[in-house]
């Protein structure tokens, strides 16, 4: 509900409590529980501490096969998902996976879950032959054993909405994405909704279709702001899509101001080295291209294409940022 100070205080009571009884698992979980909250305050390097101390201690009293190590892996890997480092990422998601199929068995929710997050991880890598099969064979069993209106089968859906935009098919990109969120919301799974809302603007902004983009974007930032606060990074990632749909109404003016915030709440909540904060600079600069300053567009674009990392962001920021300093010297008469 938003009041994450009041959550912590009842985690570290519950913490202290659980110590006492020598209750391990449960220590364990409070630990998840409390990395969690500093993940949602922006805190992303102790939330990898806390997900690592609550692995650790599991392991240390015996009970690294525990369902909960499951979730604590899948916690750790959307979390380095989060900030570009796929590679790592990957790796929890195959560790969580090959857990909870030895727990929980094959066709287990949880275990399908998993091998769709690893399949949204081979479309961050290019891998989109690989994923789109994989998340057709997981579909099938989704519908099979929850039925269409579960809310993993919206997740089915938006990921195979993704992998159509990044084919460049934005009529399938949209209907599949609706489905999900039409799911979600019926379910009231609040959680995901704020985040296919996202995903919802982000291709009918593709497809054109910005009147619905703005809609689907507002509704999710309103949400968003309602339980994380308008200050938190998050806020700013959505500014940042708002702000692409604004430029692309002609409405210069409103998407400089999205833009401005978008950088300046990314590099406070995300910091910034977050690939998410890259591509919010990376927006404000293009933007200034379509301002008429494309000479002041040059100096940010050329930092942009400097970034490192073992991740999928970095190679293509530095490919689309290479491509705005093209357009930028082509405005200023460079050939």
Known sequence: AGEKQVARQMFDRSLTVRRNLKDEAGVAE????????????????????????????????????????????????????????????????????????????????????????????QVDLGQLVEA????????????????????????????????????GDDDTAVRDVARAVGIWRANESLQILPGGLFNYGMVLHSAGRYDEALAALEESRQMR?????????????????????LASKGDLAGATERFDRAVRLTRVGFGPDHPRTWFAELSMARHLTRLGRPQDALAPLDALTRHDGSGSEAPKLGWLARGYMAQAGCRMGEK
Do not use: C, K
């Open 30 to 121: 409070n630990l998840r529980d409390l990395a969690q909250l500093d993940v949602e305050l922006g805190n992303a390097d102790a939330g990898v501490r806390g997900y690592r101390a609550a692995l650790a201690h599991l392991q240390a009293h015996g009970h690294a096969r525990h369902p909960l190590a499951v979730e604590i892996q899948r916690s750790l890997a959307l979390l380095y998902r989060n900030r570009g480092e796929t590679d790592a990422a990957l790796a929890s998601f195959q560790r969580a996976r090959e857990l909870a199929e030895d727990i929980h068995g094959p066709r287990h929710p949880l275990t399908q879950a998993l091998r769709r997050h690893i399949a949204a991880v």
């Open 132 to 167: 789109d099969a994989e998340l057709r064979r997981l579909h099938a069993m989704t519908l099979e054993s929850l039925g269409p209106n579960h809310r993993d089968a919206a997740s089915s859906w938006n990921s195979m909405g993704i992998i159509a935009w990044e084919r």
């Open 225 to 245: 702001v309602s339980t994380i606060g308008a200050s938190h990074a998050l806020i700013g990632e959505t500014d940042r899509m708002i702000g692409e749909v």
